[in-house]
């Protein structure tokens, strides 16, 4: 029987290696108990705070599952005790269920289980997370090569299932992080602001460095300004944090200056500070509605904005770029001008929306202004829905995407 029990083990262990959350787990469990033990019913619960929770696996009615799901965890139930104590419960016949468990034995006994072995998930240190239970329709005693092989099942199990649950955590904590950094735009009179940000990562579980921004003016223009900072982890996320902070600051206390003069303070700034960030910017600065409106930008090292008019034509606001931050700080920086058409759009946007592997950029912003010019009729918000499902596809990188309109 040891071979067999190898074999199993060597099956489970492939099988949890392809997953990533709780329920994959369980099910990967399930399934190979099914094969190899005959069991009807096999679930993992998990301790998650003051609760146990057990995924439905389809097993039962849906009734019984659905009441399962989320249980506090001082509730008398085998799976719960045994999460409790850590000490397991084996049940050779319905009877010994029924008395251990007296307020449930009408659900136990709608279940249609009639044994069955319930362990304790433990990880590193005897810290206990939660149950593995294996149950049968007929009343059945384990063998003891059969008692070995649901030990070693429950501790393969526990350590996959704790894995998931921190990948879930990171997952939870890094989007979490994501979601504050990026702003709720401004409502600015007789504009229209829309935006977009789409992380790619191929664990879900990173951040990036895109970032967006949009701040009204106390003249009644809008300074917007979108960047990227190196990087898909935390680190990324906390330098764009930190320079999204400081260029917010020195935007409200400077709200006169032109975008060049202030990403030159905000370069001034960071290498004062020792902070080695190196990040691409494009600032705009939209002047109040009235005669004579322009639009004034800077760019560092990023791709450039695209104006569409009214009638549909692209351009490309096109300038020799200066030098990304934390190049070269002492370095000069420019700002370039031009009329603002009445009824135009202005699509801000990071390198994600527009790179691809074996691809020239320039050919990826060709590409957005056909699309700009096919749906710039369209609502805000639908057009840049279609331009991030349109162009992040294939991409390998995270997008960011900010527009404004003039409000009809």
């Known amino acids: 029987m040891t071979g067999r029990r190898d074999a199993t083990l060597l099956g ?35 301790i998650e705070g003051p609760f146990l929770t057990t995924p439905a696996l389809g097993q039962l009615d849906d009734d019984t599952e659905q009441r399962w799901l989320r249980l506090p965890l001082d509730v008398d139930s085998p799976a719960h005790r045994v999460a409790r104590t850590g000490r397991p419960l084996v049940f050779h016949r319905l009877g010994q269920l029924l008395e251990a468990f007296p307020d449930a034995a009408d659900t136990y006994r709608r279940t249609g289980l009639r044994s069955g072995v319930v362990l304790p998930l433990l990880i590193s240190g005897g810290f206990r997370i939660g149950a593995l239970t294996i ?9 003891e090569d059969e008692a070995v092989l649901v030990t070693a099942v429950a501790d393969a199990t526990a350590q996959a299932a704790r ?17 504050a950094m990026l702003p709720e735009l401004p409502a600015l009179p007789g504009l229209q602001l829309a935006s977009r940000y789409l992380p790619w990562s191929s664990t879900d ?73 190196l990040a691409t910017m494009a600032v705009v600065r939209l002047d109040p509605p009235g005669p004579g409106r322009q639009v004034h930008w800077t760019t560092a090292g990023h791709p450039p904005p695209l104006l ?56 990826g912003i060709l590409v957005l202004r056909s699309s700009l010019e096919r749906t710039h009729t369209e609502p805000l918000e639908t057009l840049l ?20 309109r003039d409000a009809v």
């Open 308 to 363: 569409v008019d009214a009638q549909g034509h692209s351009t490309v606001l096109l300038a020799d770029p200066d030098l990304p931050l934390g190049v070269a700080p002492g370095r000069s920086r420019h700002d370039h001008v031009r009329p603002w058409p009445a009824g135009a759009t202005l699509v801000l946007y990071t390198d994600g929306l527009v790179e691809r592997r074996g691809r020239d950029v320039g050919d």
């Open 205 to 277: 579980e990173q951040v990036g460095g895109d970032w967006y921004d949009a701040i009204a003016l106390p003249d009644g223009g809008v300074l917007l300004l979108i960047g990227d900072v190196a990087g898909h982890d935390i680190e990324a996320a906390a330098r764009m944090g930190r320079v999204r902070s400081m260029f917010r600051a020195l935007a409200v206390d400077h709200p006169e200056e032109h975008p060049a003069a202030l990403v030159h303070r905000l370069d001034h700034v960071l290498d004062a500070l020792g902070d080695l960030t």
């Open 163 to 179: 894995r998931a649950q921190l990948y879930r955590e990171r997952r939870d904590v890094a989007h979490t992080l994501q979601a």
């Open 135 to 143: 149950a049968w329709d007929v009343e059945r005693s384990l063998r």
């Open 12 to 46: 489970l262990a492939t099988a949890l290696a392809a997953t990533d959350s709780v329920e994959d787990v369980a099910l990967a469990v399930r399934d190979l108990m099914r094969q190899d033990l005959d069991a009807c019913y096999t679930t993992v619960s998990m």
């Open 385 to 404: 829905g279609e331009l991030v499902t349109a162009h992040v596809a294939n991409s390998e990188d995270d997008c960011a995407v900010l527009a404004v």
